[in-house]
């Protein structure tokens, strides 16, 4: 299963949900390697050849194939200057769940952007999907990601003792299904 091409690019007020593409590459790079957006992320660094690869990749991707990682940029709409990105997994043993996350450039932080983005991508994803249950995890200390993900209405599922990047952490799980969504 995956989604209908159709859901990118999405437009909302101020911002558009649209694939990757090749005038990314420079914002793409100073986020993800801005350390202190990638402290909570997988991620530590990315070499510019890689953050190439990866957006070559992103922009032939196809939509929400169980099991493999999706980016959706997240970008202003007015200069379509990138300020970050989705990341989407639908669950290959359930494929009526989903993974998000999120991850915004430090000067887009602490406008609403991420959850102008988040929202717009989970009503998307509810309406026009089989999709039925949405999770996201945090680190705990993590806390503008726990506010966001509370503000969505997510709910807090369970707390897992976890090792993250050479350190013992608690990580958070929230979700929300299709019936309890409320935009």
């Not at 959706?72 to 993974?99: K, S, Y």
């Not at 993590?142 to 013992?168: C, I, V």
Request: net charge neutral; charged share 25%; aromatic share 10%.
């Amino acid at each position: 299963m995956s989604f209908p091409p159709e859901l990118l690019p999405h437009y909302t007020p101020r911002l558009v949900l649209r694939r990757f593409d090749d005038t990314d590459l420079q914002p793409f790079l100073a986020y993800r390697n801005d350390p202190e957006v990638a402290r909570y992320q997988s991620w530590s660094m990315f070499a510019p050849t890689d953050a190439q690869h990866f957006i070559r990749e992103m922009k032939r991707a196809r939509i929400g194939e169980p099991g493999e990682w999706f980016q959706i940029a997240i970008a202003e709409r007015r200069t379509n200057r990138l300020l970050g990105d989705i990341g989407m997994c639908v669950d290959a043993q359930r494929p009526t769940h989903m993974e998000l996350g999120f991850t915004l450039a430090l000067p887009a932080q602490g406008q609403g952007y991420g959850r102008e983005a988040v929202q717009a991508w989970i009503t998307r994803t509810f309406q026009h999907t089989a999709i039925t249950t949405i999770v996201g995890i945090t680190d705990s200390r993590n806390m503008p990601s726990r506010k966001l993900l509370q503000a969505l209405g997510m709910q807090w599922t369970r707390t897992d003792e976890r090792e993250f990047k050479g350190e013992s952490c608690l990580e958070e799980t929230y979700a929300v299904t299709a019936l309890g969504w409320q935009p």
